[in-house]
């Protein structure tokens, strides 16, 4: 294909998956705003095209309200993902996601244990973030004091959170009433909850806020670090910041892949994309291009078989690896970072 064509198709690709994103956030929006007098009309139109859409396709899914989010919830980790996941694929820390999902499955436990023993009541995928962005300050923490391998730090924090969760949940079966944990462990749609879909959301536009505005300084650290310590940049503080967005997304993302699978989208998507790009400004787009495509054909396929969606999502991202792999001329050669 021409390189202009290629790019044009790319760029059209980026603009109908923001389009997207925005109606996925407005829908959210409108569900959460739907009491008040012009949110609720506007909620119900919207409602009215999702039966409209069930009609034309003979779906039974757009036009109910949970099925929605669930859909919106996954259209903005198919951008949040893969954005975050480039920097780290091409840093070799793709294996920082399952820590960081493992951290997070030990906050659900810590929540649960919480709620049980006092009278909290909140959200414990509050209790998730807030364990998984202590979770990847401990390993940027280890990263930088200790002598070891990279990946020693990563290791440790992955066995050992999720001992501490797997303790906790021992210690209170029985005692957790009205949680699966095996929607925590596999992710599940239908269980969504409306603060955990409005929390994806805003944490989604951060994320991509964040990538925009430090899109130079992740880049210099990323395939030259040593030269950005000595261009007196704040490594440390982009390694940070880095990591931080890492749990930010992998808690969103553990409600539909739930903890085991929670990693595939940061780098099955990057890999894909890696394999067909000429450069790294290519490979973010496409990358997110890929992780949208394994979203939608993995919610596609989940609910025509009546599969799990994350199991779906992660299958397709895989067949889109394989076909990335087929049409691949790389053979080995470095990518740019332009």
Do not use: C
């Not at 920082?96 to 959200?123: K, Q, Y």
């Not at 395939?223 to 982009?238: C, G, H, I, K, P």
């Not at 889109?320 to 001329?329: E, K, V």
């Amino acid at each position: 294909m021409h390189h202009g064509t290629r790019r044009s198709l790319e760029r059209v690709g980026i603009a109908l998956t923001g389009l997207l994103a925005v109606v996925m956030i407005g829908f959210l929006a409108l569900e959460w705003l739907q009491e008040y007098p012009y949110a609720g009309m506007l909620y119900d139109q919207f409602m009215v095209v999702g039966m409209w859409l069930d009609h034309l396709l003979g779906t039974s899914v757009f036009s109910y309200s949970f099925m929605l989010r669930s859909i919106a919830t996954g259209v903005l980790i198919g951008i949040a993902a893969p954005l975050v996941g480039t920097y780290l694929v091409h840093r070799e820390m793709a294996l920082i996601g399952e820590t960081l999902a493992h951290t997070a499955f030990a906050g659900v436990a810590i929540g649960l244990l919480f709620s049980a023993t006092t009278e909290w009541d909140g959200s414990l995928l509050i209790a998730a973030l807030v364990v998984g962005v202590i979770g990847a300050l401990l390993v940027q923490f280890l990263a930088e004091r200790t002598n070891t391998y990279g990946d020693v730090p990563i290791a440790i924090m992955l066995t050992g959170s999720f001992a501490v969760g797997t303790l906790i949940i021992s210690y209170g079966r029985g005692g957790f009433s009205g949680v699966s944990i095996e929607d925590y462990l596999f992710g599940s749609a239908a269980v969504i909850p409306a603060e955990g879909a409005r929390m994806v959301a805003v944490l989604t536009v951060v994320v991509v806020g964040v990538v925009a505005l430090t899109y130079k300084q992740l880049l210099f650290i990323t395939f030259d670090e040593q030269a950005a310590r000595v261009a007196r940049l704040n490594v440390t503080w982009y390694n940070t910041l880095l990591i931080v967005m890492t749990a930010v997304v992998v808690v969103g993302a553990m409600q539909i892949l739930g903890v085991i699978l929670v990693a595939a989208m940061l780098v099955i998507p990057v890999a894909a994309a890696s394999e067909v790009a000429h450069g790294f400004r290519e490979t973010l787009s496409l990358s997110i291009l890929f992780g949208q495509a394994s979203i939608l054909g993995g919610f596609a396929f989940a609910i025509s078989q009546g599969l799990p969606p994350g199991g779906s999502i992660v299958v397709v991202a895989i067949g889109i690896y394989l076909l990335a792999l087929l049409f691949s001329s790389r053979s080995g050669t470095a990518i740019s970072m332009h």
